[in-house]
């Protein structure tokens, strides 16, 4: 690993307002790559994890690699980056073992090290005294995951990948049925703090799409969620991390063009910025799914499907609750 001194010495030099976490070994600054949109100023959803040796951003919803976070942020090439370290006490012994380490694994590889499978029952029984394994177990059951209409082929949780470690982790399947991808989830009580992320993507990668070996040609829907956890309660529901399609993201969509697309974002009458993104989408011809009022003292669809014990929300409730344009917005004006 480069230097923390080095990163941090870059966070103050190019992020707004950086601090250090008090009682964590950890930094918040102002992320100079999204420049934080309508919460610019306000918060600091930049983070970096000084022990595990990563950047994260809450507002991208993507993670780096300190060296690739520098690269962007300073617009320096690789080369330039290891040079610089070396005055930060990077010696070429590190150098050498960070490049073969580069060329042995440029990928991070399919899942975090080691991942248990959660749902293989002789992996299961053999970790059956770990703590992490019990608890995300217990999530899985609680927030009715195994259950789901929608489910994934496995749920797995890593015991010691540096990053990923301890949490959940959602594997995305290509249509091939290959995973691709994936996204963890916060399971233990301290790593869901609120200054932590509940959700990290695989470093370094780029996002593909929650649900694409699932697609069902004969239903004639694709309902598009932000994370894949409210997505597996929908057929044909599929889950981009985020609200915004990454080019990568749009190509792999452009399979499903036949497909009438349909926009399912938390609630927006609790979450104003679901709210502002459905009237993003809206203006630019989308059909959403907005929050009926049966159902409005709920977050996500997730928790509607805990609260009432239901392994699916059916197709037709979200189709009728869709809508566009003026007839949207008007919806959406409504309490
Ligand atoms: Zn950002």
Redesign the pocket.
Same mark, same amino acid.
């Given at each position: 690993m480069i230097p923390s001194e080095y990163i941090i010495s870059k966070i103050n030099q190019y992020t707004k307002r950086p601090i250090k976490i008090r009682h964590r070994n950890a930094y918040n600054f102002e @992320?100079p790559?999204?420049n934080?949109g309508k919460s610019s100023g306000k918060k600091r959803?930049?983070y970096y994890d000084i022990d595990k040796g990563y950047v994260y @951003?809450h507002?991208?919803n993507r993670g780096w690699d300190p060296i690739k976070w520098i690269q962007d942020v300073c617009q320096m090439s690789y080369k330039e980056v290891l040079a610089e370290a070396k005055d930060f006490g990077y010696t070429v012994n590190d150098y050498i073992n960070t490049r073969s380490e580069k060329t042995k694994k440029v990928d991070f590889g399919t899942l975090p090290d080691d991942s248990i499978n959660l749902l293989e029952r002789t992996q299961v029984n053999y970790y059956s005294n770990e703590l992490v394994v019990q608890a995300c177990l217990n999530a899985i059951q609680q927030r009715r995951l195994n259950k789901a209409v929608n489910r994934p082929k496995s749920f797995w949780v890593s015991l010691k990948d540096k990053v990923h470690k301890n949490r959940l982790v959602i594997p995305f399947y290509d249509d091939d049925n290959q995973i691709r991808f994936y996204q963890t989830r916060a399971i233990m009580p301290e790593d869901l703090k609120d200054d932590r992320p509940k959700y990290l993507s695989k470093l370094n990668a780029d996002k593909r799409i929650y649900g694409m070996n699932n697609i069902d040609p004969d239903l004639e829907h694709i309902f598009i969620f932000e994370g894949p956890i409210d997505s597996m309660f929908t057929k044909n529901g599929i889950a981009i991390c985020g609200t915004n399609l990454t080019e990568i993201q749009e190509q792999l969509l452009r399979k499903y063009s036949l497909y009438q697309h349909i926009w399912v974002l938390d609630n927006q009458f609790m979450d104003k910025a679901g709210r502002e993104k459905t009237l993003d989408l809206i203006e630019q011809g989308a059909r959403v799914f907005i929050w009926p009022k049966d159902i409005i003292q709920f977050k996500d669809l997730n928790d509607v499907c805990v609260k009432y014990q239901l392994d699916q929300i059916s197709n037709k409730f979200i189709v009728d609750n869709s809508f566009t344009g003026q007839e949207a917005k008007d919806k959406l004006s409504v309490k």
């Amino acid at each position: 690993m480069i230097p923390s001194e080095y990163i941090i010495s870059k966070i103050n030099q190019y992020t707004k307002r950086p601090i250090k976490i008090r009682h964590r070994n950890a930094y918040n600054f102002e @992320c100079p790559i999204c420049n934080e949109g309508k919460s610019s100023g306000k918060k600091r959803r930049g983070y970096y994890d000084i022990d595990k040796g990563y950047v994260y @951003c809450h507002n991208c919803n993507r993670g780096w690699d300190p060296i690739k976070w520098i690269q962007d942020v300073c617009q320096m090439s690789y080369k330039e980056v290891l040079a610089e370290a070396k005055d930060f006490g990077y010696t070429v012994n590190d150098y050498i073992n960070t490049r073969s380490e580069k060329t042995k694994k440029v990928d991070f590889g399919t899942l975090p090290d080691d991942s248990i499978n959660l749902l293989e029952r002789t992996q299961v029984n053999y970790y059956s005294n770990e703590l992490v394994v019990q608890a995300c177990l217990n999530a899985i059951q609680q927030r009715r995951l195994n259950k789901a209409v929608n489910r994934p082929k496995s749920f797995w949780v890593s015991l010691k990948d540096k990053v990923h470690k301890n949490r959940l982790v959602i594997p995305f399947y290509d249509d091939d049925n290959q995973i691709r991808f994936y996204q963890t989830r916060a399971i233990m009580p301290e790593d869901l703090k609120d200054d932590r992320p509940k959700y990290l993507s695989k470093l370094n990668a780029d996002k593909r799409i929650y649900g694409m070996n699932n697609i069902d040609p004969d239903l004639e829907h694709i309902f598009i969620f932000e994370g894949p956890i409210d997505s597996m309660f929908t057929k044909n529901g599929i889950a981009i991390c985020g609200t915004n399609l990454t080019e990568i993201q749009e190509q792999l969509l452009r399979k499903y063009s036949l497909y009438q697309h349909i926009w399912v974002l938390d609630n927006q009458f609790m979450d104003k910025a679901g709210r502002e993104k459905t009237l993003d989408l809206i203006e630019q011809g989308a059909r959403v799914f907005i929050w009926p009022k049966d159902i409005i003292q709920f977050k996500d669809l997730n928790d509607v499907c805990v609260k009432y014990q239901l392994d699916q929300i059916s197709n037709k409730f979200i189709v009728d609750n869709s809508f566009t344009g003026q007839e949207a917005k008007d919806k959406l004006s409504v309490k």
